[in-house]
C-alpha cells in the first residue's frame, strides 16, 4: 500500500436511530458511486446492507454490515451498524473501526434516546462527524432550521448547512450544494448527476448562507482570516482547507439534506467524506495508537503506517454453521497477509489466519494483504473474538478493550425437548461469540438457563438466530430469584442414625452447634471434638452431611448461607459407624439445628446506577423508593444525572419497561449484585406460601 493510497482511505460509521434512513442513505451512496448497478429497497429486501434473514424479515438493520466504494480516487469504508438500542454493542465497537461519523437524522422522526446515547460515545471518542438529514420529501418532513435547533438542544452542537433543499415535500427536486454554487439534482435510475446555476430566486438566500460557512472556514486559520478580511472570500482550496481543520477539530458539524431513497443530496455528502474527514494517518497524528504489553504490562505506541509491525483489533465476530467463522478487523498499523501465523495479545495465544477478504454486504472478495488503516474480514480464527487484539508475535501489543453496555433484562429459557438441549448451549455460546451483549448463564441455585440481553428486541433475534443457524428452539419464563436461607440465633441439635439389618448395622452420632455469621461470610464449619468422641477420620463425612444439607433449607427450600456450623460431642460404635452413617446423622443434627435457630428469609440486593434527563428524575427515585429501593446518591453528569440505588432483584425483573415509560426511552440502567439482604416479613410470607403451593417457587413477587 502506498502513501498516497492510506491518505485516499476514509473509514466512516453511518449511525442512526432505527428508521431514520441509514440503510437507505448507504445504499444511494453505493449507487452513486458507482459500486452497485442498481438503487436498492428496504420494502423489496434489495439493499446491500441488510441480507440478514431477520433483517429482511423486520426491514431493519440488526447487524453491523461493512460497504466500500470509491469517489474522488478516495475508497470509503462504510460501516453500518443497527440502529435499535437493543443493539447498542455494534454500534459501540463499529466505532473501534471507524476515524469519523454520519450522524444521519430522519426529518420526520428527529433525535430519538438510542441516538442521545450513541452520541455520548462518539463524544467520548472525539470522532469527527458530519450530518445528514434526510427524507426531506415526504409530507411531514421537518424544515432544516427545525433539526438545526434540535441539534443545539439534545445534542449541544451547532451545525452548519453545506446544503439547502431545492423544492420542498414531495416537490423536492435536489439540492443546492453551498460549497459548487450550484443545483445539484440526480434520478433514481442512474446515478449520474445535473448541475444548474442558482436560480436568481435563491441568490440572496444561498450567497448568506455561504458567507457563514466562509467566516466558520476562515475563523479556523490565522492566514484565512487575514485573507478573508483583505479580499472578502476564500478560494475553494483554502475554504476547503479551512473546514477541514474545523471538522477534524470537532468545531465545525457541516450538515447536508436530501432524500436517501430518491438519491438527492449524495454527491455533495459524498464530497465532503473526502474532503472534510481524516484519513486513518490524520487520526492516527492527533491520537497516538497505544497499547501495553502482555507479558510486561509496558506501554507500547504504534504509528498508522506499513513500516510498524502490524497490528489490529477485532471489532465484530460472524459465526455461520455452514460458512464458519469471519473476524471483522481494523488493521491499526503494519502490514497482514492472508495464511499468516500473529499473536493474539488479549489472550496470549498465536492464531493462524485464513483468507482475507474486501467486504461489500454479503460479497467477499479475497486480497492478498491489508495495510495499516484498512478493515477487512479474517477467516479460519480458532481463538479470536470480539474486542481481541492481534498483533505480530515478535512486537507484542494488546490495545485497550472496548467498555460494552451490559445486559438488563434476563429470561429462563427451556429447551422444548431434550434432543434441544445440547442444541441450545452450543448455539447460545457461539451467538455470544458473535455479540458479547448476550450472556448466558446456568444457576446452580435455581438449576436454570437464564439468557441475557440489552432488551426484549434484543432477546428475540438471538432466538430467531439459534434456530435458524442451530435448530434449536426454547420457550421463556421470568426467571427464578435466587433467595438464601440463614439463622437469627445459635442452636445446638443432636443428630443420631441407627439402622440394624442383618450384618453390620449403620450408627453415627453427633452434636451440633449452628450461629450466624455476618452477611456474605457463607459457611464456616469447626472441629471442637476433644477426647476422641469422634473418631477423627469421620469429620469429613460430618462435614459433607452438614454442606449436603445446607443446599435445601426449611423455610421455602433455598440454599442456607452465612452461618458457621461446629461438631463438638458425639459418639460411635466400634462396628457399625461408618462415613455414610455420619454423614446422614450430621445432616439430621443440622436440620434439628436450623428449626431452632430462627430461620429467616434472605434476597439478592442490586446496586443498580440509573442514568436520565434532569427532568425525568423526580419520577425515577419515586419509582426506585416504590420498588423498595434506598437511594445511596444522585450525581450530575453533563446534561443528565445518574442515580446510584440499592434494590432487591425482585423488583428489577420487568424495571426496563418501567424506565422506558418514565423516560420517555431516554433512561438508561446497569445493575450488579451487592449483597444479600432480609426480606421483610410480610413479603417473606408470601414467598413461603407459593413455595409450598409449587416447590422451588422463586418467581418475583
Known amino acids: 500500500m502506498s502513501e498516497l493510497r492510506r491518505e485516499s482511505l476514509r473509514n466512516v460509521a453511518m449511525i442512526s436511530s432505527a428508521g431514520a434512513g441509514k440503510t437507505s442513505l448507504a445504499e444511494a451512496m453505493l449507487f452513486a458511486a458507482g459500486a452497485v448497478p442498481h438503487l436498492g429497497s428496504i420494502a423489496q429486501g434489495t439493499t446491500v446492507s441488510d441480507f440478514e434473514p431477520e433483517e429482511l424479515h423486520r426491514r431493519s438493520s440488526v447487524s453491523t454490515s461493512l460497504l466500500r466504494c470509491s469517489w474522488n480516487h478516495t475508497t470509503i469504508n462504510l460501516v453500518d451498524p443497527p440502529g435499535a438500542l437493543d443493539l447498542l454493542g455494534e454500534t459501540v465497537m463499529a466505532l473501534r473501526a471507524v476515524d469519523a461519523v454520519i450522524l444521519v437524522l430522519g426529518a420526520s422522526s428527529g433525535i430519538r434516546s438510542e441516538l442521545i446515547r450513541v452520541w455520548s460515545r462518539v463524544k467520548a471518542l472525539g470522532l469527527p462527524f458530519l450530518l445528514f438529514l434526510s427524507e426531506l420529501d415526504k409530507k411531514d418532513g421537518a424544515s432544516l432550521d427545525g433539526i438545526i435547533a434540535m441539534c443545539q438542544r439534545d445534542l449541544g452542537i451547532m451545525p452548519l448547512p453545506m446544503s439547502l433543499p431545492f423544492g420542498s415535500g414531495v416537490q423536492l427536486e435536489g439540492v443546492l450544494d453551498l460549497l459548487q454554487q450550484s443545483v445539484i439534482t440526480s434520478r433514481m435510475e442512474v446515478p449520474t448527476v445535473r448541475q444548474m446555476p442558482v436560480p436568481e430566486y435563491e441568490t440572496t438566500l444561498a450567497g448568506d448562507a455561504r458567507k457563514r460557512i466562509q467566516e466558520a472556514a476562515a475563523e479556523r486559520d490565522d492566514r484565512l482570516l487575514e485573507q478573508y478580511l483583505a479580499a472578502g472570500e476564500l478560494t475553494r482550496e483554502d475554504l476547503i482547507h479551512g473546514l477541514r481543520l474545523g471538522v477534524q477539530a470537532g468545531t465545525i458539524v457541516p450538515v447536508y439534506c436530501g432524500s436517501a431513497i430518491r438519491n438527492i443530496g449524495i454527491v455533495p455528502l459524498l464530497n465532503a467524506i473526502v474532503d472534510f474527514l481524516p484519513s486513518p494517518m490524520d487520526r492516527a497524528s492527533k491520537i497516538p495508537l497505544e497499547g501495553l504489553h502482555p507479558d510486561t504490562g509496558e506501554t507500547v505506541i504504534r504509528r498508522a503506517v506499513q513500516e510498524d509491525p502490524f497490528s489490529g483489533v477485532v ?268 454423614k446422614i446423622a450430621a445432616s439430621m443434627g443440622f436440620k434439628k439445628a436450623l428449626e431452632a435457630a430462627h430461620p429467616l428469609l434472605l434476597e439478592p440486593i442490586m446496586t443498580v446506577e440509573v442514568e436520565a434527563l434532569a427532568d425525568h428524575i423526580g419520577g425515577v427515585i419515586g419509582d426506585l423508593n416504590a420498588r423498595r429501593g434506598r437511594i445511596l446518591h444522585v450525581e450530575a453528569k453533563d446534561q443528565t444525572e445518574q442515580i446510584t440505588a440499592l434494590v432487591p432483584m425482585a423488583e428489577l425483573i420487568t424495571y426496563a419497561t418501567t424506565l422506558n415509560s418514565l423516560t420517555a426511552g431516554r433512561g438508561s440502567y446497569v445493575v450488579e449484585f451487592a449483597r444479600y439482604d432480609e426480606v421483610p416479613r410480610e413479603l417473606a410470607v408470601r414467598i413461603i406460601e407459593a413455595h409450598k403451593v409449587e416447590p422451588h417457587a422463586t418467581a418475583a413477587h
Not at 461470610?521 to 469429620?539: L, W
Not at 426449611?554 to 461408618?578: E, K, M, Q, T, W
Request: proline share 5%; with cysteine.
Open 315 to 582: 471489532f465484530k465476530t460472524l459465526i455461520d454453521p455452514f460458512v464458519g467463522r469471519l473476524s471483522y478487523l481494523r488493521v491499526l498499523s503494519g502490514v497482514l497477509h492472508a495464511d499468516s501465523t500473529v499473536f493474539n495479545g488479549s489472550r496470549s495465544s498465536k492464531e493462524k489466519s485464513g483468507h482475507l477478504y474486501r467486504v461489500l454486504g454479503k460479497k467477499h472478495t479475497v486480497v492478498p494483504s491489508a495495510g495499516a488503516g484498512e478493515i477487512v474480514a479474517v477467516g479460519k480464527l480458532k481463538d479470536t473474538q470480539t474486542g481481541d487484539t492481534l498483533c505480530d508475535e515478535n512486537a507484542l501489543i494488546c490495545y485497550p478493550r472496548t467498555v460494552l453496555p451490559r445486559p438488563v433484562l434476563s429470561f429462563a429459557i427451556e429447551p422444548k425437548s431434550n434432543a434441544d438441549i445440547e442444541k441450545v448451549s452450543i448455539g447460545l455460546h457461539k451467538l455470544i461469540e458473535e455479540d458479547p451483549t448476550l450472556e448466558f448463564s446456568r444457576h446452580a441455585d435455581t438449576k436454570e438457563m437464564v439468557l441475557s440481553g440489552m432488551g426484549q428486541l434484543h432477546i428475540d433475534l438471538a432466538l430467531e438466530k439459534l434456530h435458524r443457524k442451530y435448530g434449536a428452539e426454547v420457550t421463556l419464563h421470568m426467571p427464578k430469584i435466587p433467595y438464601r436461607e440463614t439463622v437469627r440465633t445459635t442452636a445446638q441439635a443432636q443428630g443420631k442414625y441407627k439402622k440394624q439389618t442383618g450384618g453390620h448395622g449403620q450408627y453415627g452420632d453427633c452434636w451440633l452447634e449452628l450461629a450466624p455469621l455476618p452477611r456474605g461470610e457463607g459457611f464456616k464449619f469447626e472441629n471442637k471434638v476433644i477426647g476422641g468422641a469422634i473418631p477423627r477420620n469421620f469429620i469429613p463425612a460430618v462435614e459433607k452431611g452438614v454442606v449436603e444439607a445446607m443446599q435445601h433449607g426449611i423455610l421455602a427450600g433455598f440454599p442456607v448461607v452465612d452461618c458457621r456450623v461446629a461438631v463438638y460431642d458425639g459418639s460411635y460404635h466400634a462396628v457399625d459407624s461408618s462415613e455414610m452413617a455420619f
